[in-house]
């Protein structure tokens, strides 16, 4: 056989050989991270879940040995941000804050353009802040005994408001209300810091929201706090009782927040991102910060992160289809 035989075979041969350089190379955990990191916070800044973030990025950066970028990405009830990071490349250099608004979002929109538990990796968990019932401070209700007991003698007069349809906040006192047999009307706002407005000029008689930006409102008299949603009293509210020394047994919920990475990243690197991550919401300074603002620090395995995620899929999936919720 001649030489000339050989010469398509060889250019093939160049072709693929040439596109195969070409190729981006797969992620590998040896060398990560050598450039920049993306932490995509699904929210515009100054929320809770801006203020976690921002909290832990330097420090995180400097455990990676690489800047971490904070981008906010608003819009959607934090979907805008999650779909983004979900189709980003599976590489360890986009991460997403991630919250209980995506399992609750796999019930409440189920035609996302992307399924906020399947397509995210959790890395590991951050912290969690317990929810704080309120009401107006005009009301002469002081627990939840009285309440109940107001709501009945009142039936139809009494409404709350939470940060909007299908937040954690709003399921959690719809589960409150089922258990006690609380009769109030549901007063969607669009964020908390408007509701706790209303609620303190007495537009809505009872609210519910995170603890931290309560407070003020809480010390300045306007409104009261009757109960805590975690299963032990919040550390800045010690003498408001939870919602199960209240009557109902078990119960407990809150907000929280922590690091999740798109599908298919590499172990290695979900790995390398979690023991970063431990290591730094452990540093005493980060976690002073954190419970200065009444969030009590969680970060643990990434199977504990997942256990987390799936129990909310599971607490409020049912209710949200019980309540015939959607946003679709």
């Known amino acids: 056989m001649h030489l000339r035989d050989f010469r398509p075979w060889l250019a093939s041969a160049a072709i693929t050989l040439g596109l195969a350089a070409l190729a981006p190379a797969p992620a590998r955990a040896g060398n990560y991270p050598d450039r920049p990191i993306r932490l995509v916070v699904p929210f515009t800044a ?60 796999k019930h409440l929109t189920p035609n996302l353009s992307f399924d906020p538990i399947a397509d995210l990796v959790p890395v590991a968990g951050i912290s969690l802040s317990p ?24 039936p139809g007069k009494l409404s709350y408001g939470s940060p909007g349809v299908g937040s954690s906040m709003h399921l959690t006192f719809e589960a ?21 407005n209303d609620l303190a000029g007495g537009q809505v008689g009872m ?6 930006p309560a407070m003020a409102f809480i010390e300045g008299g306007k409104v009261r706090a009757i109960a805590v949603t975690s299963a032990e009293r919040a550390s800045s509210l ?19 927040g922590g690091i999740a990475v798109p ?36 970060a643990g395995t990434q199977a504990q992160f997942r256990q987390l995620i799936d129990e909310e899929s599971n607490r409020y999936g049912p209710l949200i289809k019980k309540l015939g919720l959607s946003t679709n």
């Open 46 to 105: 100054g929320g809770q879940f801006d203020y976690i973030a921002r909290l832990v990025a330097d420090p995180l950066g400097r455990e990676l040995g690489q800047n971490i970028i904070v981008e906010n990405v608003g819009g959607g009830g934090g979907s805008i941000g999650g779909a983004k990071v979900a189709n980003a490349p599976a590489d360890g250099y986009t991460l997403l804050e991630y919250g209980g608004n995506f399992p609750i979002a």
């Open 263 to 298: 599908k298919g990243t590499p172990p290695e690197i979900v790995e390398r991102l979690n023991q970063a991550l431990v290591k730094v919401v452990n540093q005493p300074d980060v976690k002073k910060a954190l419970q200065s603002q009444s969030f009590k620090p969680i």
């Open 207 to 212: 609210g519910i929201i995170a603890v931290a």
């Open 131 to 154: 929810h704080v019932i309120l009401v107006n401070s005009s009301l002469p209700i002081h627990n939840m005994a009285e309440l109940v007991a107001y709501s009945k003698a009142h």
């Open 238 to 256: 010690p003498q408001v009782p939870t919602v199960a020394e209240a009557g109902y047994p078990g119960f407990e919920s809150g907000s929280w």
């Open 176 to 196: 409150v209300k089922q258990h006690f047999g609380i009769d109030a009307l549901h007063v969607p706002y669009r964020g908390g810091s408007n509701m706790i």
